[in-house]
């Protein structure tokens, strides 16, 4: 008889809206009222020394060099080989915000790959 195939439960995928949810939700966020707001970008090029300038900074220094697409796509990579609901979670929180901030090819695939994880066998128990 076939392993089953690696499908999260009713509770499970739950959490895993609520961490698609909030990660993109995050990245709106950060996006739309951070980035690409001027007064925002001006205040903290001057030297604003808030939480807000920090987050601004990481995130632009992360997605100017494809970080959360490629974080999304070798860990996808790797729930591909050996599937796990806390691949899952990281890879989804990962590539909803490289889909909001300008990582769209490499977090688009890591999507895919997500997708086609779920066509996996689960893991034997050990």
């Not at 076939?2 to 509770?11: D, I, Y």
């Not at 739309?32 to 030297?47: E, H, K, M, R």
Request: proline share 6%.
């Amino acid at each position: 008889m076939p392993r089953p195939l690696f499908l999260p439960t009713a509770r499970q995928a739950n959490w895993l809206l609520i961490v698609g949810f909030l990660s993109v939700g995050y990245a709106l966020y950060l996006r739309y009222a951070v980035i690409d707001v001027p007064a925002v970008s001006l205040a903290c090029q001057a030297g604003l020394d808030t939480w807000l300038c920090f987050s601004r900074k990481i995130a632009t220094a992360l997605f100017q060099h494809y970080v959360f697409g490629a974080v999304a796509l070798g860990i996808a990579a790797l729930n591909l080989l050996r599937p796990s609901i806390v691949l899952v979670a990281v890879a989804l929180a990962a590539a909803g915000l490289g889909v909001v901030l300008h990582n769209v090819v490499l977090s688009t695939f890591a999507i895919a790959l997500l997708i086609v994880s779920l066509a996996r066998p689960a893991p034997a128990p050990e």
